[in-house]
């Protein structure tokens, strides 16, 4: 029997693909303080910032519907790489520039301000079919959780960055002070792009002739599970769009605070998240993938109703920090059991479509949410989230619990045990 210290010692591969992870995340981390808040520095209004934040996330749920299947054939480096040169181009356009018709196709194509925690933004799917290509099915749950948790300490130190532009100046942040944030972007992405190099990318197993899968019931039933998995996570995506994506602008209009007092609170929810993240790999190890997520969803969910109505900044701060962690530290757990829905050779296919199925309805929250804060509107948003993500949490329960990766009931369910 190996040593104990070498059967946890992750492969040279997947290490590469979290060290991309890292440096990725710091300026992912940051532009989630700042960007909302430059484009307020800018003159532009909720709507405008709002219908920005969509544009870039119905860009992602169009790229992502498309990578992962076509990286199941075509291998996964090319598209990741091509993400990294995607956001080099996309950095530089906005360090030079804030004319809204070189801003908002750079914003739109780096997906500036929404937060992936470090993830390949949309080919984040393609990221995780690799991920998963040399894990056995029981130590997905963990490796995921360390990959999120890994992404959430970078996007920590970049939310800490963000406060930059508010300390380093008097009075409001002009405009102007916000830009060199983009610098991170410019860094992280020629960093992923050394990590990415040194990467083994194997080969993509065999695909299966449609003609073949047509008439194949593991295909059938495969593609049953996919189709409960994209209504699922369309109830979640619609919550988090509403909420999400314009965190920061909310507590800017809610109580008048800037980046200084914004950073560190988004850096504390960042560094919450990945350690819960670390936690949740163990709980869903331990007690389940379906019984952690719900656990700490439902927890999430009270304090997601309790935050709008919270009186002053700090016991808004400290209610936005514990639900972050709780809802985002489930989402290792969640890819993995994505992962065991399908064969090796599909992988790519679930994760575009679990992926695209919360990106398309989240696409319209930060939309319909800008407009209801220019309203005058800012409890509104939070109580419909509130609303689609417990009707999330039931179905998740009461559907998935039948598919759980770390239980043998649960690969049984599945028909086929996942290598």
Same mark, same amino acid.
């Not at 209504?231 to 909420?243: F, R």
């Given at each position: ?58 860009? +992602? ?36 520039? +804030? ?62 960055? +963000? ?112 350690? +819960? ?143």
């Amino acid at each position: 029997m190996p040593p104990r210290s070498r059967r946890k010692r992750l492969p040279a591969g997947t290490r590469r693909l979290i060290a991309a992870r890292a440096a990725r995340s710091v300026g992912q981390g940051a532009l989630v303080v700042d960007f909302t808040l430059y484009l307020h520095a800018l003159g532009w209004s909720g709507v405008t910032i709002g219908a920005v934040l969509s544009g870039a996330l119905f860009l +992602a749920a169009v790229l992502t519907l498309v990578s992962g299947p076509v990286s199941d054939r075509f291998g996964r480096r090319r598209f990741l790489l091509a993400y990294e040169y995607s956001q080099i181009l996309a950095a530089l356009a906005a360090l030079l520039s +804030a004319r809204p018709e070189i801003l908002i196709p750079a914003a739109v194509i780096g997906g500036f301000g929404r937060g992936a925690g470090g993830g390949a933004g949309p080919f984040a799917p393609v990221e995780q079919a690799w991920l998963a290509a040399p894990l056995p099915p029981h130590a997905r749950s963990r490796v995921y959780s360390l990959n999120l948790a890994v992404g959430f300490f970078g996007m920590a130190a970049g939310a800490l960055l +963000a406060a930059l532009p508010d300390l380093l100046t008097a009075g409001p942040p002009p405009a102007t002070a916000f830009r060199p944030l983009f610098a991170l972007v410019l860094l992280g992405a020629f960093g992923a792009i050394v990590s990415l190099g040194g990467a083994e990318d194997p080969p993509p197993p065999p695909a299966t002739p449609r003609a073949a899968a047509r008439r194949d019931p593991v295909v059938r039933a495969e593609n049953a599970r996919l189709l409960r998995l994209v209504a699922i996570n369309a109830l979640n995506g619609t919550g988090i769009g509403l909420v999400g994506p314009l965190i920061a602008y909310w507590f800017l209009l809610r109580f008048h605070a800037g980046p200084a007092a914004i950073a560190p609170v988004m850096a504390l929810a960042f560094a919450v998240t990945a350690a +819960a993240a670390l936690a949740g790999g163990w709980i869903s190890t331990h007690w389940g993938v379906v019984r952690a997520v719900v656990g700490m969803r439902l927890a999430g969910l009270l304090l997601l109703v309790l935050l709008p109505l919270a009186p002053d900044f700090r016991l808004a701060a400290a209610l936005y920090v514990l639900r972050a962690a709780l809802n985002l530290g489930t989402a290792g757990a969640r890819q993995a059991l994505n992962m065991g829905l399908v064969r090796p050779q599909r992988r790519g296919l679930a994760a575009s479509l679990a992926s695209v199925s919360m990106q398309i309805p989240r696409a319209l929250g930060p939309a319909a949410a800008g407009a209801l804060f220019q309203g005058g509107w800012l409890a509104l948003p939070f109580l419909l989230a509130a609303g689609f993500q417990g009707a999330y949490v039931y179905f998740y329960q009461k559907v998935f619990s039948d598919y759980d990766p770390t239980t043998a009931r649960g690969r049984r369910r599945a028909g086929h045990d996942v290598t």
